[in-house]
């Protein structure tokens, strides 16, 4: 199986920071998939202690990233040409995601660009999390209309 990076395909040797980041982008931009266990170039490494790399990743799901995702990660382990890689498949939510240390910031938001994970801009942020806000319904707009008081004489 020969795996090449893409827009929605990453290959980390290990989970680290730039995994967290790639997660977050594909939660607030895009489906993607991150093989952990894989070399940049497509080379199957040896994860060392698989156990403790898959805690890792489940405690970064649920606690730090905001709003909750858990239901939208999956992880599991996967045989490739007699090497066992973790497969992490993200799919994308419907909010702007972010990792909550660092909050709606350049730190804490990610977009997907080719092959790459960057910041988002405070712009790119500002524009993502306005298009996700809910629009008021019709129903629940105030009435303009004004409250009449009765006097008691």
């Known amino acids: 199986m020969e795996l090449i990076e893409s827009q929605t395909l990453e290959l980390k040797e290990k989970f680290n920071d730039s995994c967290k980041h790639t997660i977050v982008a594909f939660l ?4 993607g998939t991150i093989y952990i266990g894989v070399n940049d170039a497509g080379k199957l490494v040896k994860i060392d202690d698989i156990n403790e790399t898959q805690k890792e990743i489940s405690n970064f799901i649920a606690d730090q990233v905001s709003p909750r995702c858990v239901d939208l990660v999956k992880t599991e382990l996967e045989d490739i040409d007699g ?6 498949d993200v799919k994308q939510g ?7 240390k660092y909050g709606l910031s350049v730190k804490g938001c990610y977009i997907r660009v080719g092959s790459t994970t960057r910041e988002m801009s405070d712009e790119e942020i500002m524009v993502k999390y ?7 319904d019709i129903i629940d707009l105030e009435s303009r ?3 009449s008081f009765v006097s008691s004489s």
């Open 130 to 136: 306005e298009a996700n806000m809910p629009k008021p």
């Open 83 to 88: 090497h066992t890689v973790i497969r992490i």
């Open 28 to 31: 607030s931009h895009g489906n």
């Open 145 to 147: 209309k004004t409250k």
């Open 94 to 100: 419907d909010k702007l995601f972010y990792i909550k």
